[in-house]
């Protein structure tokens, strides 16, 4: 199957006939690896949850500002938050909880064929993607070991970013790429995809710096080796 296309499931989770796939494995596949974001790490990073705190709280402090400014008066002041702090405390919970389910209801897949993709939290949808249509791989790690895996897909092969996301590598809109976002132990996990890759292809994987990693690798934001096909 092609990477651009995909499944569109109907069913529930419970009703797959293995956890993340819409078809159980052939005899002939192996299941690698499978796990799911870690959703502290995807409020933070896919849906900005810091940043929307920090600036809910300077909204806050700057209505308290205003008003003290107006009536000259600390009490009159703190008397405006409330209103605004339990919007902001709706808003960032509706925002945690986006995060929460989106991480609950995704499963990524390496088997030793592909990369599968079970996401989506009302319709669910899996993409299927061989490693031959993989034409490289990041790997971008926080200080926790969490990370991101961006798949880098070969033409013609498409997936449009708003099917992917939050799955998707930010700002690849002309040529979106598929990400295993949040991904704990991602460095392990990368390992397990350019070894799969490798068999797969029949082209080895060795390790090179970020800046050679032009051809399928995984390719660390943080100054690390990558690993790079050749």
């Known amino acids: 199957m092609k990477a651009h296309r995909h499944t569109v499931g109907g069913h529930e989770h419970e009703f797959e006939p293995q956890r993340g796939l819409p078809e159980a494995l052939p005899g002939d596949e192996k299941l690698l690896w499978q796990g ?18 920090l600036y809910f709280a ?10 003290y400014s107006d009536t000259a008066s600390i009490t009159a002041a703190l008397r405006a938050t409330p209103g605004p702090l339990a919007l902001a405390a709706i808003a960032l919970g509706l925002v945690a909880l986006m995060a929460w389910l989106s991480a609950r209801s995704s499963v990524y897949t390496l088997t030793d064929k592909r990369v599968v993709m079970r996401i989506g939290i009302v319709l669910t949808l899996t993409f299927n993607i061989p490693y031959r249509r993989i034409a490289a791989a990041g790997l ?25 996301w939050p ?20 460095a392990a996990v990368a390992r397990v995809l350019a070894e799969a890759w490798s068999q797969a292809t029949g082209r080895a994987a060795e390790p090179r710096q ?14 690390q080796p990558a690993l790079a096909g050749h």
Do not use: C
């Open 36 to 53: 799911s974001p870690d959703w502290r790490m995807l409020a933070r990073r896919a849906f900005h949850l810091r940043k929307l705190t």
């Open 58 to 67: 300077v909204m806050v402090l700057l209505r308290a500002g205003f008003v």
């Open 140 to 164: 971008h790690l926080d200080a926790q070991g969490t990370g991101d895996l961006p798949l880098s897909l070969l033409p013609p092969d498409h997936i449009a970013y708003l099917h992917l």
């Open 167 to 186: 799955h998707a590598r930010p700002w690849r809109l002309s040529r979106p790429e598929p990400m295993l976002r949040s991904v704990p132990e991602a």
């Open 210 to 223: 970020a800046a050679e990693a032009a051809r399928p690798s995984t390719t660390p934001a943080n100054g």
